[in-house]
């Protein structure tokens, strides 16, 4: 049997994308930083999102069934980082950014590199985390060409910054 422990430094080694994941409802807006963001199928697009029960707007994420995975730019480390913190309230990790909407009402960070509004059609718990299965039901991209993704317990850049010629 695989420990936990061997299993984080290993997973340490899949290169991921940095999102921030946002839902609204009654008890207002709420978000978190998350890797564990994927495709599923594209016929109805829909999205797998996986969130540690114990973070403090699971509730939220499940109670509300919606959701928008904001895929971040390289720019955004220090957002990244505030929607990580167990230290900022939602309002403080909120002002961090520029916000809008979709047809969820979720918020949706108005210079991500392309934000995924999402329902959520179903929830199933896997030891620590929650599943959520999300059909999309709207996109926004943006024309940003550098992603941030997290590798080896870091912070990188990918992408490439388009160069004019004179």
């Known amino acids: 049997m695989v420990n936990a422990t061997d299993f984080k430094n290993a997973m340490s080694s899949l290169t991921s994308a940095v999102n921030v994941v946002t839902t609204v409802g009654e008890s207002g807006f709420h978000g978190f930083t998350a890797s564990a963001v994927c495709s599923v199928t594209d016929t ?21 069934k919606v959701l928008t995975v904001n895929v971040l730019g390289a720019q955004h480390e220090k957002l990244s980082n505030a929607f990580a913190s167990s230290k900022l309230n939602s309002d403080e990790r909120f002002a961090l950014g520029k916000w809008t909407e979709l ?15 999402c329902e959520i059609s179903d929830i199933q718990e896997v030891g620590t985390h929650t599943i959520f299965i999300c059909p999309i039901v709207a996109i926004q991209k943006n024309q940003e060409d550098q992603a941030l993704v997290y590798f080896n317990r870091a912070y990188h850049q990918v992408g490439q910054t388009q160069v004019e010629i004179a």
């Open 44 to 64: 109805p697009p829909t999205l797998l999102v996986c969130m540690n029960k114990s973070s403090r707007s699971h509730t939220h994420f499940v109670e509300n």
């Open 103 to 117: 047809e969820t009402g979720s918020p949706v960070l108005a210079d991500a590199l392309v934000s995924f509004d």
